[in-house]
T-cell receptor
Framework: GAVVSQHPSWVICKSGTSVKIECRSLDFQATTMFWYRQFPKQSLMLMATSNEGSKATYEQGVEKDKFLINHASLTLSTLTVTSAHPEDSSFYIC??????????FGSGTRLTVV | AQRVTQPEKLLSVFKGAPVELKCNYSYSGSPELFWYVQYSRQRLQLLLRHISRESIKGFTADLNKGETSFHLKKPFAQEEDSAMYYCALSGSGQNFVFGPGTRLSVLP
């Protein structure tokens, strides 16, 4: 089946620094990928839709200058949390849609900003 | 607007008992409905999608457009079914909306 690889699985960074999270579709091409955020004991909240070769579409309330999304190829989307603050600490999950398997999710990245 | 509700945050049943996880949705068009499961320390994985109409791990779900529901059912719960279950809806534009999730706890 389709596999989505997300890296890193966890990261700790200092407040004010930037962190990049990668999402790769390993055995299929994904023109669209999605980025979610999950707070403890809460559901996944869609942050943005990443479109290959064009600008990402952000959900209301998500700062596009803070959460930079780049979808440079059909198999890679990156999310960069810029000038991270402790309140950005969360679990970030990406997903991609495969024609045959539907939506496949990455394993997630736990970001802790200290 | 797309919206998914799961009224139960936590559902506890005994092993062998039937289980039903409720999911209701609101969407003006024809949605695609899914159930995802997240076992402890594992990634979110697809359990069911309504268009495939299949049974996975003994779970089934029927889309009821009249009641705008997509409840997940299993006649005999097993301890390994204990997990977090998310109902999700995909409308136009391919994006997903997830419900808040229901934690199923199957007691021995």
């Amino acid at each position: 089946g389709a596999v989505v690889s997300q890296h890193p699985s966890w990261v700790i960074c200092k407040s004010g620094t930037s962190v990049k999270i990668e999402c790769r579709s390993l055995d299929f091409q994904a023109t669209t990928m999605f980025w979610y955020r999950q707070f403890p004991k809460q559901s996944l909240m869609l942050m943005a839709t990443s479109n290959e070769g064009s600008k990402a579409t952000y959900e209301q309330g998500v700062e596009k200058d803070k959460f930079l999304i780049n979808h440079a190829s059909l198999t890679l989307s990156t999310l960069t949390v810029t000038s991270a603050h402790p309140e950005d600490s969360s679990f970030y999950i990406c997903s991609a849609r495969d024609f045959f398997n539907g939506y496949t999710f990455g394993s997630g990245t736990r970001l802790t900003v200290v | 607007a797309q919206r998914v509700t799961q009224p139960e945050k936590l559902l506890s049943v005994f092993k062998g008992a039937p289980v039903e996880l409720k999911c209701n949705y609101s969407y003006s068009g024809s949605p695609e409905l899914f159930w995802y499961v997240q076992y402890s320390r594992q990634r979110l994985q697809l359990l069911l999608r309504h268009i495939s109409r299949e049974s996975i791990k003994g779970f089934t779900a029927d889309l009821n457009k009249g009641e705008t529901s997509f409840h997940l059912k299993k006649p005999f719960a097993q301890e390994e079914d204990s997990a977090m279950y998310y109902c999700a809806l995909s409308g136009s534009g391919q994006n997903f909306v997830f419900g808040p999730g229901t934690r199923l706890s199957v007691l021995p």
